[in-house]
């Protein structure tokens, strides 16, 4: 972790039961594994049945008095002792079956740890067969007293720590770890402080000591072992380093880019770029003139331009796009256009097509997609090495390794977050002598401020904020079919009302097989529902042909109802299309849906957008999701709101497990501070000293980089 690194072998240092224990319930092997497992929570020392924030089933640990015992027999004469722990403010019920030992010890008045699995009994939180380790009375601290059972007498393992009674009579604060079965709290607890007592000293692994903050060799073993003070210093200074790695990749990126050369692009007077301009149908927002101004600038330099445009779904990116890679290829050069479906890239290609063409604009498209045939593959690039292409548009193929640009100077990526890092580079590599393309990135997904300085930290960002005139918000309603049944049979008449009025109806479904997939939905609908109207289906099975067929169709206003899954979820642009309805909706994710709700309210007409659940607990949080979602129509407040719904690991890709991941503790909701100040330290640091920079993050490998942005 940015510079810091503790190889020593778990072996080596714990007695070698323990160190096996360890590999075998969380695989850690090297020191530096286990001192970042951090604690979920911190007991008080002399409180801490603190069991109201953990849920069944999770292992906790608590320091208590007994103030209620009982030994009983069952019917089957069992020996069973009851006892009721305290806190003072909360109660917990353990459990002992057919044990002497604890029935003689934990009696009415003791001070004991526990350390067991919760679980709940008409409400009551409670553990059966705790560990326990008995303690001395609050009023004779300092008396030793060792006696107790399973994980915690683990703790004796620990010449150093034996002594548990001194150990909590100088902690205020214990910490409490994710366990598992086999691996206690305790047993961490000791394990760690071994780990921690036999480090060296710590030098400052970046050269300084953040203003501010705590240093480093304080945070690594006060994160665990907190003084009177408590963690809070120590888990900021954690948090600054997760933030520190990532803003020093983004600003190596970006001082990478400004090394890099590009073929400045200025306006030219008379230029296919002033030709679409004047032959738009339409007047651009301001919005949109200020961000080509933006663009404009960015093009005429020498730098490659490196540049973020977000706007809500149909805030009218791709003109902004198209009067970009104009100015370029004004300036004799190409342009890629990279789409994330093929649908979409199609699409592209047409739309982009009629826009020149209507406008009387001199510039060739041409559409290069992994599904077409070899003949028509060929073609495309002949046409692009050869430079008759000027704008090239296309998915992934057109990143491979045989496409060949006679000189790209600009590469536009459609909605981001599909594409990772590497991706983006590889396309950018595919310059002429050394030059490097201009790039502009757009996403419809508004990126809170926090995880665009970490994320797209080494881009410029453009944000359009405002729709293009006469558009009429889309109304949002959740169905939740199985609790109103009749809201159900209105939306369906909804749906009809639409068609027969002369619009078009978007069917989504989560699945393609399967109830409630595409198939299903579209047979019953045709039978039943929405007989005599025309449907068809759309889903990522169908051949990129058969795929384009239909959304031409539906497009051209042949197809009444489209049944598809989230292929249309990005750019699909059918300004007729009226309605839609999500089937099971909460399968969806937040910005999911409103991406989805975008394909609707394009054409100025009113439009409706209808999220279906089956979810039948009023109270349910996913219900309560689906109706922020309809309630509001503010990507950015939307945004937030995946945000708070999600968990922070998450945001930065879900297949990140424990050691691996690169964010445990840092918060894109709260800490904002935080992420400024590793900001604007990650700038410093790189000017003045690239190398250690680059050595800093060298445990950040390629793949873990662009998970970050793939977010
Ligand atoms: P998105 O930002 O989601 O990619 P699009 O670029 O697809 O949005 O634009 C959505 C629709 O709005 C398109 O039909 C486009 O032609 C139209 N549009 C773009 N700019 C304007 C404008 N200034 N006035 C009216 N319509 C516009
Ligand atoms: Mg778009």
Known sequence: MLGWSDERKLADILPAKEARAIKKAFGYTTAAELLQHYARDYSRHGSGVNVEAAAEGDVVTC?????????????????MHRIVISDGRTMLTATFFQAKFPATQLKVGVRAMFSGKLGFYRDTPQISHPDYLLLPAEDQRGATRKVGTGGLRNLAAYGDIS??????????????????????????????????????????????????????????????????????????????????????????RRADTENRRASACPPIAGGQQERLRAGLPFPLTRGQEQVIAE????????????????????????????????????????????????????????????????????????????????????????????????????THALIQDTVEFFDLGMVVVDEQHRFGVEQRDRLRGKGRDEMT????????????????????????????????????????????????????????????????????????????????????????????????????????????????????????????????????????????????????????????????????????????????????????????RLQAIADTSDGFRLAEIDLLSRQEGDVLGTSQSGTDRKVKMLSFTEDLEIIEQANRDAARLVARDRELAERLVTDIAVDNQEYLEKS
């Open 63 to 79: 320091v208590g008095e007994v103030t209620w015992a009982n030994t009983s027999y069952t019917s089957t004469g069992k020996l």
């Open 163 to 252: 002594d548990v009674d001194a150990l909590l009579s100088e902690r205020d604060f214990l910490a409490v770890y994710p366990a598992k079965k086999g691996m206690t709290s305790w047993r961490l607890m000791g394990a760690i402080h071994q780990v921690l007592a036999t480090l060296p000293k710590v030098e400052e692994p970046l050269g300084f000591t953040p203003e501010g903050m705590v240093s480093f060799d304080d945070a690594i073993r006060g994160i665990h072992e907190p003084g009177p003070e408590g963690p809070e210093a120590h888990r900021r200074r954690l948090k600054y380093n997760e933030a520190l790695s990532l803003a020093i990749v983004m600003a190596l």
């Open 295 to 394: 663009i404009t600038a960015d093009l005429s330099a020498v730098t490659p331009m490196s540049r973020l445009l977000q706007g809500e779904v149909g805030s009218g990116k791709t003109v902004v796009a198209l009067l970009g890679m104009l100015q370029v290829v004004d300036a004799g050069r190409q342009c890629a256009m990279l789409a994330p479906t093929e649908v979409l890239a199609v699409q592209h290609g047409r739309s982009l097509t009629t826009m020149l063409m209507n406008a009387g604009v001199e510039a060739s498209v041409v559409v290069l997609t992994g599904s077409m045939s070899v003949a028509q593959k060929r073609q495309a690039l002949l046409d692009i090495v050869s430079g008759q292409a000027d704008i090239v548009v296309g």
């Open 437 to 624: 393309p201009h790039l502009l990135v757009m996403t419809a997904t508004p990126i809170p401020r926090t995880i665009a300085m970490t994320v797209f930290g080494d881009l410029a960002v453009s944000t359009l904020r405002e729709l293009p005139g006469g558009r009429k918000p889309i109304q949002s309603s959740v169905v939740p079919a199985t609790l109103r049944p009749k809201w159900m049979t209105r939306a369906l008449e909804r749906i009809r009302e639409e068609v027969e009025a002369g619009h078009q109806a978007y069917v989504v479904c989560p699945r393609i097989e399967k109830e409630g997939g595409v198939l299903a939905v579209h047979d019953a609908f045709s039978r039943f529902s929405f007989e005599g109207l025309s449907l068809a289906v759309l889903h990522g099975r169908m051949s990129g042909e058969e795929k384009d067929r239909v959304m031409a169709d539906f497009a051209a206003g042949g197809i009444d109802i489209l049944v598809s899954t989230t292929v249309i979820e990005v750019g699909v642009d059918v300004p007729n299309a009226t309605v839609m309805l999500v089937l099971e909706a909460e399968n969806f994710g937040v910005s999911q849906l409103h991406q989805l709700r975008g394909r609707v309210g394009r054409g100025g007409h009113a439009s409706l957008c209808l999220f279906h659940t089956g979810i039948e607990d009023e109270l349910h949080p996913a219900l309560g």
